[in-house]
């Protein structure tokens, strides 16, 4: 099974002309913050992505990433920054994987590229269940924040699926459509397929090609009304 790398750490800025930094067993203190933060972001997809996160305390956090809680506290204030944290990590992740899909033009360009826009967002959620449980199932029932933070997530998507894949002006003829709202439908629907995926246990779940191929399926049958 694929893993989320959450290890990436931040860079490292230069110091001021002529003033040095001070080194603690050969790395700064930037770089031993980025390390810190990284070792708990792991933890935190370990914990939050098996035992949920209601079941993980400061403690097994700390325990886990080898970092004490005056750390934890210092970089991240409290659980809930961190899960927050960690959500938004993961999201810039899935945001890549999206993003870096590319279909040279043809006769199918907007199937092909649906597909595979689709696909790679699905993948990236659910080939790690770490990751699945805490994008699509621990933030809801966290906390107001992260329902928030889940909330500008949905929206980001659904605009990029109206400037992207329903708004397209053929022959010069722009259609008057709510495009925004039929791109938050449309990642609604996306959303609730992969959940639905992800919470129904084998033999009884589907495919997940199958899963992808009948919501680029609804996209496109939804699309073609539109040019009706």
């Not at 809930?80 to 999206?98: C, P």
């Not at 449309?186 to 084998?202: I, L, Q, R, S």
Request: charged share 25%.
């Amino acid at each position: 099974m694929a893993k989320a790398d959450v290890s990436a750490t931040e860079p490292v800025a230069d110091p001021p002309p002529g003033r040095k930094q001070k080194l603690h067993r050969g790395r700064t203190i930037e770089q031993r913050r980025a390390e810190r933060r990284a070792a708990l972001l792991d933890a935190a997809l370990e914990l939050f992505g098996t035992k949920g996160y209601a079941a993980t305390s400061i403690e097994e956090l700390c325990s886990t990433s080898f970092v004490s809680t005056r750390y934890l506290y210092e970089e991240f204030t409290n659980r809930e920054g961190l899960l927050l944290a960690l959500y938004d990590h993961l999201g810039a992740q899935v945001a890549a994987a999206v993003l870096a899909v590319e279909v040279p033009p043809g006769g199918d360009h907007i199937a092909v590229a649906t597909r595979g826009r689709v696909s790679a967002f699905v993948h990236a959620v659910v080939d790690d269940e770490r990751v699945a449980r805490i994008v699509l199932l621990e933030q809801g029932a966290a906390s107001s924040a992260l329902e928030a933070r889940r909330r500008d997530v949905h929206a980001f998507y659904a605009h990029f699926v109206a400037e992207k894949s329903f708004n397209y002006a053929d022959l010069g003829e722009v259609v008057d459509h709510d495009y925004d709202l039929l791109g938050l439908l449309f990642v609604g629907a996306v959303n609730e397929a992969v959940t639905n995926w992800v919470v129904t246990a084998p033999p009884d779940r589907r495919d997940i090609e199958h899963v992808i191929d009948t919501v680029t399926e609804m996209y496109l049958i939804v699309r073609r009304g539109l040019e009706v």
